[in-house]
């Protein structure tokens, strides 16, 4: 008898310690934002872009338009310019390129004035798209839009599978200081309505949904 008593005690213990999911109420791993309440911006991803293969590139030669011109930056990574012919563009900023012309064409003209505007960007598709992997319907790669949600990109993914153990769901995110890894309680958000760790993605975002162990 006092076994059971014993055993009663004990899964009472643990059904105290769990959530709505059946999760223990250990407080989650939250970015900082999430945790304050507080609007969330757009986080920026890189410090300063530099271009890729397929960006549009409109160049522009202070006072000399028959300088000036619309150019894709080609597969082997170069632009044409006038005067100057070919110049590296790929893995450089802007204002790297506009420097680089600036000293080609300062031969031909006199303290050349060269600004460079970005009218499309292909190289950044990449670096900003949020990944859904492991325990889902199917794996997925999307374009990143201002305002989703962990929710949002887990539906996009057709929603978890049988086995997933959606209450450890990670979300990996890039930092200034390395990659950080916060907890995510799926199941309570999709079964329960709790969104307390239904966190606001930013660009780049990676969330692995984990298999149950059996």
């Given at each position: 008898m006092k076994t059971h008593q014993i055993l009663f005690i004990f899964l009472l213990f643990i059904s105290?310690?769990?959530?709505?999911?059946?999760?223990?109420?250990?407080?989650?791993?939250?970015p900082p934002q999430h945790i304050a309440g507080t609007s969330?911006?757009?986080?920026?991803?890189?410090?300063?872009?530099?271009?890729?293969v397929g960006d549009q590139l409109m160049?522009?030669?202070?006072?000399?338009?028959?300088?000036?011109?619309?150019?894709?930056?080609r597969p082997d990574g170069k632009i044409s310019v006038p005067l100057v012919g070919d110049v590296m563009a790929a893995g450089l900023t802007p204002e790297e390129l506009a420097a680089v012309i600036e000293k080609k064409l300062s031969t031909y003209v006199k303290s050349?004035?060269?600004?460079?505007?970005?009218?499309?960007?292909?190289?950044?598709?990449?670096?900003?798209?949020?990944?859904?992997?492991?325990?889902?319907?199917?794996?997925?790669s999307l374009p990143y839009h201002q305002g989703m949600t962990v929710l949002d990109a887990v539906l996009e993914a057709g929603s978890v599978?049988?086995?997933?153990?959606?209450?450890?769901?990670?979300?990996?995110?890039r930092t200034k200081t390395g990659t950080e890894t916060y907890d995510i309680r799926l199941k309570n958000i999709m079964l329960h309505g709790d969104m307390s760790t239904n966190v606001t993605l930013m660009p780049g975002d990676i969330i692995t949904v984990p298999e149950r162990g059996f």
């Amino acid at each position: 008898m006092k076994t059971h008593q014993i055993l009663f005690i004990f899964l009472l213990f643990i059904s105290l310690l769990s959530g709505p999911g059946g999760c223990a109420l250990q407080k989650p791993n939250l970015p900082p934002q999430h945790i304050a309440g507080t609007s969330v911006s757009p986080k920026v991803l890189i410090d300063s872009y530099k271009m890729a293969v397929g960006d549009q590139l409109m160049i522009n030669v202070w006072k000399n338009p028959s300088l000036s011109l619309s150019e894709p930056i080609r597969p082997d990574g170069k632009i044409s310019v006038p005067l100057v012919g070919d110049v590296m563009a790929a893995g450089l900023t802007p204002e790297e390129l506009a420097a680089v012309i600036e000293k080609k064409l300062s031969t031909y003209v006199k303290s050349p004035n060269v600004t460079i505007i970005l009218t499309s960007l292909q190289g950044h598709a990449f670096l900003s798209r949020i990944r859904v992997t492991g325990s889902v319907t199917k794996n997925i790669s999307l374009p990143y839009h201002q305002g989703m949600t962990v929710l949002d990109a887990v539906l996009e993914a057709g929603s978890v599978d049988l086995y997933a153990d959606s209450n450890n769901t990670k979300l990996h995110r890039r930092t200034k200081t390395g990659t950080e890894t916060y907890d995510i309680r799926l199941k309570n958000i999709m079964l329960h309505g709790d969104m307390s760790t239904n966190v606001t993605l930013m660009p780049g975002d990676i969330i692995t949904v984990p298999e149950r162990g059996f």
